[in-house]
């Protein structure tokens, strides 16, 4: 089966890390750049990072450059997120998808998202 699969999220105080995981599986997962995207309630789903396959290449929206590190483990199909120094305006759905580096938008290539994993930042 074709997915994608998030988790990790949770409750945290402000100042806590979390560390995202997103498992892929029926698919090329070491063919697609892939990232992570948020989604707060009441706005639109915003790009957060994005990894080139190599993993050689990141790229960070401004907001969490410094405090949010992308991973990936092509061996075992799966892209991580670590979050630290985490603010209330974390909070969101946060969802792995197929990315492209420089907008950090959505890649048509692989229209596919998961059921996202909610993390909550608490002040």
């Known amino acids: 089966e074709v997915q994608l699969v998030e988790s990790g999220g949770g409750l945290v105080q402000a100042g806590g890390s979390l560390r995202l995981s997103c498992a892929a599986s029926?698919?090329?997962?070491?063919?697609?750049?892939m990232g992570w995207f948020r989604q707060a309630p009441g706005k639109e789903r915003e790009g957060v990072s994005c990894m080139s396959s190599s993993g050689l290449t990141t790229n960070y929206v401004d907001s969490v450059k410094g405090r949010f590190t992308i991973s990936r483990d092509n061996a075992k199909n799966t892209l991580y997120l670590q979050m630290n120094s985490l603010k209330p305006e974390d909070t969101a759905v946060y969802y792995c998808?197929?990315?492209?580096?420089?907008?950090?938008?959505?890649?048509?290539?692989?229209?596919?998202w998961g059921q996202g994993t909610l993390v909550t930042v608490s002040s």
């Open positions: 998808s197929a990315c492209f580096i420089g907008t950090l938008a959505p890649s048509s290539y692989l229209d596919l």
């Open positions: 029926g698919f090329t997962f070491d063919d697609y750049a």
